[in-house]
């Protein structure tokens, strides 16, 4: 018998050139620790949404933007309730900034680029 894994949610993060290096210096396992500024780490429950703050706002601010994709153990993600952050599309996680060690340790597999603007 081949063992059980555990269900997964796929979330995705609009992401900056400076993020992704950080990222990649992380083998696109974890995600880096937030800045004093950032309290919160969100992640976005669909692709769209993603896309729209990777091409509209990063690329404006950071000259690139990203789109990421990763799966998170989905009984660890419930402990996070989904803020409409916007329109009935516009979902998010927030994950205060101090959880998110504990949050990467629930990434299961890598963080991939499935998009990227500039």
């Known amino acids: 018998m081949s063992p059980r894994t555990a269900p997964t949610t796929t979330l995705w993060r609009p992401t900056g050139p400076v993020e992704l290096d950080l990222v990649r210096a992380l083998d696109n396992r974890a995600w880096p620790p937030r800045l004093p500024e950032q309290p919160i780490f969100y992640p976005v429950l669909n692709e769209d949404y993603a896309t729209r703050i990777a091409r509209d706002w990063n690329v404006k601010h950071d000259g690139a ?54």
Do not use: C, K
């Not at 803020?83 to 516009?90: L, N, P, V």
């Open 65 to 118: 933007g990203y789109v990421t994709r990763f799966e998170v153990d989905s009984a660890f993600l419930e402990r996070y309730p989904v803020r409409q952050a916007g329109g009935e599309t516009i979902l998010e996680l927030w994950v205060p900034a101090e959880e998110l060690p504990e949050f990467n340790a629930h990434i299961v597999g890598r963080i991939e680029v499935v998009a990227e603007f500039h």
